[in-house]
């Protein structure tokens, strides 16, 4: 499946954007005007641009792909000791072990992947010793956030919203940031398999940059794909599915996919039988895992009426993050049974019942966090755990632990706000509570109840049973 067709995805002068920050001339203020009419209708037509001028340093970007080209190069015991999975918050090394949910179809890659710096909730993991790496990473990521906002206040503003509209949505930097390597693989190795099946993204706007081996395609409405090959010194930017959903759909949400790139002919004229790595960077722009999305009222009108009720950001991007960890990497499957317009739900099943006494019974949709290792989201099976397990340290103290109850909430409950609780709960006061779980209530639940033989005495610290709303 070569990648053909011609790309027509429109180039978007961002200095022409931000042009305004440095001369207010009326020339510059409506070639800027002009540019951020012609980005919100990219998104409008395709949801794809290319962005020029973004003012990310190529040496940052160079950097980048030469620390990508240095990790994915180690040895597999070494990456393993940064591997990611659901209880490392989801970042860390992807393996390709992890892309094999069904190994005939899964994608051909692997990547490594980080949040923002000292999270608390989803640490990051870095490899020994390596100190530029995580630095470059950082200052790469705080780069794609800035233009990021650039290009989501622009968008405000082209539907009539104040143009710091998403700046408190997205605040928290709860982005996703990513290195990815396509090994060098035979070329009929894409009979069966590509390299990114089709997908959408799942945030605000995703940050593209490539290498120049090609093969990102872009789908159409009318179903077809067209090639997106990389233009030296342009960004690719793509909207998400909640970007989408806070625009009621009129920024749309494109399925893409990396696919065989053109086959090129050697020097003896052969199409070589190998194709070679491909490496990419892809920032992932996230709301705030907080934030609630819910379709802005100037999108909403009487020939394109309100398509979404509200839905927390943590818990789409984690419950999508858990499927593509469980699933492998080929998400198409999630694509076809949560198309955006069918998952609309915003309250999931009523919270799990929870036994009470020496030990918790829980159920699979439930998650725990362990108080005793750090706080990030622990996969819980459905056996009866000794209450020990949950047992928290005497000795944390209570800063420490609202510290937790916040994480827990907001990565958590907030990210499985329709299916996962952390269900048990001491309610006793953080002084006296000896427990390292507790029960987080939506508004809409009754209070807590006291499920715990240690929790003979009223709650009373607010923080512990902070209500989402
Ligand atoms: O590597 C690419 O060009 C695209 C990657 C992508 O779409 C993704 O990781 O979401
Ligand atoms: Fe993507």
Known sequence: MAANGTTSLPIIDFAKIIGPSISRSPEVLE???LEQQKLFQAFVDVGFCYLNNHSIPDYARDNLFSHAKRFFALPESEKAKVETGESKGFHGWFSPARTSGDSRHSDLKEAFDVGKENDPTRPNQWPEDWPEFRDDMNFFFEKCHEVHLVLLRALARQVGVDENFFEPHVNEKDHFFRVIYYPETSRTAFQDRLRASAH?????????????????????????YIAAPPIPGCAIINVGDLLSRWFNDRLVSTEHRVVEPEPKTDITGQIPAVVPARYSIAWFGHPNREALVEPIDKCCTADNPKKYGPVYAGKHVVE???????????????????QRGTDKATDGPAPQPVAA??????????????????????DS???????????????????????WCTALEASLDVGHSGTAYATVGCHRTPTTCVRGCFRIRRKSEP??????????????????????E
């Open 200 to 224: 959408t993204d799942y945030g605000t706007l995703t940050l593209l940059f490539n290498d120049e081996s090609g093969g990102l395609q872009v789908r159409r409405t009318d179903g077809t």
């Open 447 to 468: 209070e807590p109840q006291v499920v715990s033989e240690h929790s003979t005495a009223p709650d009373t610290d607010a923080s512990f049973r902070r209500t989402i």
């Open 381 to 403: 099976s459905p056996v009866a755990r000794p209450s020990s397990a949950y047992a928290s340290p005497a000795s944390r103290d209570h800063e420490r632990r609202v510290q």
């Open 31 to 33: 070639e800027s005007e």
């Open 357 to 378: 006494g020496g030990s918790q019974t829980l159920q699979s949709s439930c998650r725990c966090f362990n108080w005793s290792e750090s706080p990030i989201v622990q």
């Open 320 to 338: 999508r993050l858990a499927y593509l960890h469980k699933k492998g990497q080929n998400t198409t499957t999630w694509t076809d049974k949560m």
